[in-house]
């Protein structure tokens, strides 16, 4: 089980970049199911810092076994459905990446919100539905958070569709 020394080590060992020299007893922790490490690995894997090189098929493991347990905020889907969508590792999935997308867009992720507009208007791995994804744009265009200037895009993607 890790203890507060041994995330704050793990937290040390990222802001370093010097991942890889805990990668052992990471990868332990994450077999054991500890969901700290499991983030930790698969953000590695996805992103290829932290001292470890890119390997999607890695960081794809990691994110399912996250994606059912620890995905609060929607990121571990949001990776899932660019793996898929890009064929990272995969074969290219269109609706498979829609639907992680879509989940990720539920959590609240943001970015996925509008992945998710923009393939509804183009019916990119679903059906084509303009008036959703126009609904789901005034949404983006609303929140308060999003860049100025993304949001009068999503405005006026809201109006053309």
Known sequence: ?????????????MKKNRLSNHLLQLQAWAAKGESAA???LSHAYF???HGLRRDYVAARHWFEKICHDEDHAGYGSHALGVIHYKGLGVTVDRRKAFAYFRRSALLGNRRSKWIVATMLSAGNGTLRK????????RHCAKDKRTNPLLRLYFLL???TG
């Open 157 to 159: 993607l809201s109006y």
């Open 1 to 13: 089980m890790m203890d507060l020394a041994d995330i704050r080590k793990l937290r040390e060992a």
């Open 130 to 137: 303009l008036v959703a994804a126009k609904t789901i744009y």
């Open 47 to 49: 992103s290829g810092k």
């Open 38 to 40: 499991m983030i930790a």
